[in-house]
């Protein structure tokens, strides 16, 4: 049935708007350092973990090191673009773990009502006390270093920053007609909730996970520099900055610098992208 | 014809809410394609009633009767059972469909609920005779909720309702958000859906006029309870409450007489 081609060809077109400059180089920004994680072998000019101690906290510029070498050595643009895939995807995992956990506890809080909301909102506010930096630490402490426990642990104390909006905003909207429209159409609550909430929601839940990407990468990063996340000689921005301590007092600020500025970069990256990925769903949504 | 069951049976409805009693004892009965209207002022209980009716409220006591069996609860099967006979339609015709289905989908919704085993080609068939019979072009069947207008939305939602042929349709305020001139479209198109479908209303609105128009019989509530039953007709030309008369005097016409409202309301105030 062609029903529904004309509407859409309209709203197509009603809806291409100028992308914003900012929003264009975010995403220029995060594909490269995705696509250099993901080719890192085929693009870096040395192996990450190749020390070569005569090189030593070469500056940036000097020839065969383009970014420079770090104190023992190893090439600063190779472990940049091998460390781009932990410290990428650690953060993911921290955001969907957390995303799944949150989004499910917080709807169900505001779906259930009653007790269940009482006890869920409670053990959140709870969570969301405990510093998850302390948390992440004790868990390490407990499991040992790796990238595991600290997913894990952040992904935890994480879960009530989610959780909480989205119980507030499914509250909210499960108070809009259309929803009562689906109850008394005879459908039952969990599918209201998983075809018609969900997806109305899906503004704030982007826009909280570009947020809790940003604090991931720099909570993760703050455990590697603490020598709590990845193991080495595994490179990861994080641990290239705390390994850059030394060079830091030596005068020769390159090697840690130059991972801060990506970890930076990333961060607001990301927080661009989600507030205009949020933003543009929303308007598709507006009544008017 | 007096051993024909009522399509929907009332009997002592109440609904409390911590101390307020928003509706307290309620009763009455629809016979298969009757219209009935519930009036009253604001905060009388109306939207409490046809909310109970609908299933979006559980009584507080009281028994709903939906083609003569009990209906109540929220299982599965008591939802499908009471959806299938009855449908709401609610005043805000901004709010009441998904932002992100186009209004074609939204008609197949309780569609693909309730008739299961409707082939796909045949619930679209069924969709274009939906939009067809309330007035809507296929193009705004094609368009998401917030490129309608709020008659061309209330058309949707009267389609969305009708696609289960419910035998009963409870209408709260459905065309007070609208303009004058939608509002007599869309009461004309509900005349004639009665005629055509044998589908019985429970028409609830504080405006009179819309009532006398639309309905056969009507209910006056005040504070929750019925005072005064009857033909539209003769409770809006012959009132017989008090309450009803303050009612009919407050509308603004010509020849408006403030005295005798403020009259009305004292004599009101002297019978409680
Ligand atoms: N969920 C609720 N919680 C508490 N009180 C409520 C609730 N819903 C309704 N009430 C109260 O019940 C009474 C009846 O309200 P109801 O909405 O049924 O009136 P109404 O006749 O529909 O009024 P209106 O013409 O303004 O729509 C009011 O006093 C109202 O404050
Ligand atoms: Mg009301």
């Known amino acids: 049935m062609t029903l529904t081609i004309p509407a859409l060809r309209a709203r197509g077109a009603k809806r291409r708007r100028r992308r914003p400059l900012a929003v264009t180089l975010a995403i220029a920004f995060l594909l490269a350092a995705a696509a250099t994680g993901a080719l890192a072998p085929l693009l870096a000019p040395h192996s990450p973990d190749a020390t070569s101690l005569l090189d030593s906290l070469a500056p940036p510029g000097t020839a065969g090191h383009l970014l420079g070498t770090d104190s023992t050595g190893r090439d600063v643009l190779s472990r940049l673009m091998y460390g781009a895939r932990l410290s990428l995807l650690a953060p993911l995992g921290v955001v969907l773990l957390s995303g799944v956990l949150g989004t499910a506890l917080g709807l169900l809080a505001a779906r259930a009502g009653g007790w269940v909301d009482a006890v869920l909102s409670r053990l959140m506010d709870i969570v969301f006390a405990f510093p998850s930096l302390l948390l992440a630490m004790l868990v390490v402490a407990v499991f040992g270093p790796g990238l595991t426990a600290p997913i894990c642990a952040l992904a935890v104390s994480y879960t009530p ?57 720099v909570d993760l990063a703050s455990l590697s520099y603490l020598g709590l996340g990845v193991r080495p000689p595994a490179a990861d921005w994080g641990s290239m900055i705390s390994q850059a301590q030394s060079a830091i007092l ?39 | 014809m007096t051993s024909e069951t009522p399509v929907l049976s009332v009997s002592s409805l109440v609904k409390r809410f911590g101390d307020v009693t928003a509706v307290d004892g309620v009763g009455f009965e629809l016979m298969p394609g009757a219209s009935l209207g519930i009036v009253g002022e604001s905060g009388s209980g109306k939207t409490t009633t046809a909310r109970i009716l609908a299933g979006l409220d559980e009584p507080t006591s009281g028994t709903v009767l939906l083609a003569g069996e009990p209906v109540t609860g929220r299982s599965r099967r008591a ?62 069947g094609g368009s ?33 958000a609208l303009d004058v001139s939608i509002q007599a479209q869309i009461l004309t198109l509900l005349d004639s859906l009665r005629r055509d479908t044998g589908i019985a209303y429970v028409f609830v ?32 030309r012959d009132p017989q409450h008090p309450y009803t008369r303050l009612l009919l005097d407050s509308i603004p016409v010509p020849g408006w007489d403030l005295d005798r409202v403020a009259r009305d309301r004292r004599a009101l105030d002297a019978s409680r």
């Not at chain 1, 909006?165 to 909210?172: E, G, L």
């Not at chain 2, 805000?92 to 569609?111: H, M």
């Not at chain 2, 639309?214 to 007709?233: F, L, Y």
């Open chain 2, 144 to 176: 998401p909720p917030r490129e309608l207008s709020g008659g061309q939305r209330q058309r949707a939602a009267i389609a969305r309702a009708l696609g289960i042929r419910p035998r009963v349709l409870v209408l709260d305020e459905a065309v007070a």
């Open chain 2, 79 to 140: 939802r499908l059972h009471r959806a299938r006979l009855l449908q709401m339609i609610f005043q805000d015709p901004y709010g009441s469909f998904d932002p992100r289905q186009t209004i074609a989908e939204s008609v197949a919704e309780p569609i693909r609920l309730h008739l299961p085993d409707l082939s796909g080609a045949d619930r679209r068939a069924r969709v274009a005779e939906l939009l067809d019979q309330v007035g809507l072009s296929e193009r705004a």
């Open chain 1, 161 to 217: 920053f989610l959780g909480r909006v989205v119980r507030s905003v499914a509250i909210q909207e499960g108070a809009r007609p259309y929803m009562e429209s689906y109850r008394a159409m005879g459908f039952g609550e969990l599918r209201t909730t998983v075809r018609h909430l969900l997806p109305n929601m899906t503004p704030v839940l982007l826009a909280q996970s570009a947020l809790s990407f940003g604090y991931a990468m």
């Open chain 1, 250 to 288: 030596q005068g020769a600020p390159g090697s840690g610098l130059i991972p801060g500025v990506a970890v930076l970069l990333t961060v607001v990256s990301v927080n661009v992208l989600g507030e205009h990925i949020g933003g543009s769903i929303a308007r598709r949504g507006e009544g008017t």
């Open chain 2, 205 to 236: 609105s504080h405006d009179l006029a819309v009532v006398r128009h639309i309905t056969d019989t009507a209910v006056v509530m005040r504070h929750g309870r019925i005072v005064e039953r009857g033909d539209t007709e003769t409770i809006l």
